[in-house]
């Protein structure tokens, strides 16, 4: 499917739609407050589907993304409630981030572990090690008088909210990383074909370490921005449906499993329609396994069209891949 009717851009339409329907349909759709609460939605899925973009490109995966945000971010803001500075325990956090990652990589590159597997596995080790090493509390809340970080959450610039801000800058970063850097071809390659990457002399298990080291510290930002919007970290992200909501604005918006294709404008379509469409159910206060039962279906129909759209080579297939 492509050129006009490329997954793409039907989904946008989808949106289109839904966004009409749903201001018209539903009142207090279009309220100021709603709307916030819209953009800082749409903004951290955008900012984690940026992350989990970058390792489904290069064919990957990433389950552990929630236990990493919650975590380390949770471990930042335990660490400032205890009295240390801002700048020391951001810096602790994203190295405990970072850690997490390197090992995720290590586990996939080297000891040859599909990363499905992987990463859920360690997803749950991390979550584990965090609650009885790191943070005492289900829930660690934003110290007072923070000042600039809150600003991160809940300020603007320009008239738009920071975490819109914070996921247009990413997704520019990203996006500049993807087109323009020997890295953004690299991983590309290696999503496209693995086998012939390897051939050309790219250092495969390097990358594939780097990608999910650069996956951590997309997430720990985004951890960042969802927290100061809440002024919180409920630890109990990681028992919900939140790791499934990023994988739909991934696959939804047109990024192939298979790798090798796609980019952050799909994640940013992806993005907009998913962020409307949960908004809109919890306007609607819908139950939330009916929430999850329509997730559930619209994840198994984008997996089963990416799956038509981009059958995967099973002659270049290789351990690490989902």
Known sequence: MTGKWSQEKIVFFIFVLTFIGLSVGLTGFLSVANALTLVRSVAVLGMLGVGMALVVIGRGIDLSVIANMVMSVGF?????NQGHAMPVALLFGLLISLAFGLINGILIA???IPALF??????????????VFLIPTDVVYLPQGTGWFEFLGKGTFLEVPMPIVAFLLLSLLAFLLLRFTKFGRFVYGIGENYQCARITGIS?????????VITSAVTFVSGVVFATSVSSVNTRLFNSTMIYDVILVVVL?????????????N?????????????????????????NLIKGMMLLIAITIDTMLNPRDEQVSQQGDI
């Open 76 to 80: 930042t803001l335990y660490l400032a």
């Open 204 to 212: 495969i298990r390097v990358m594939v370490v780097v990608q999910y």
């Open 110 to 112: 080297y000891a040859e």
């Open 118 to 131: 992987a990463t859920l596995a360690f997803g749950t080790c991390v979550y584990g090690f965090g609650r």
């Open 253 to 265: 918006g047109g990024i192939g499993l298979s790798g090798g294709k796609g980019g952050v404008r």
């Open 267 to 291: 994640v940013i379509v992806g993005s907009l329609l998913i962020g409307t469409l949960l908004n809109g159910m919890t306007i609607m206060d819908m139950p939330v396994t009916v929430q």
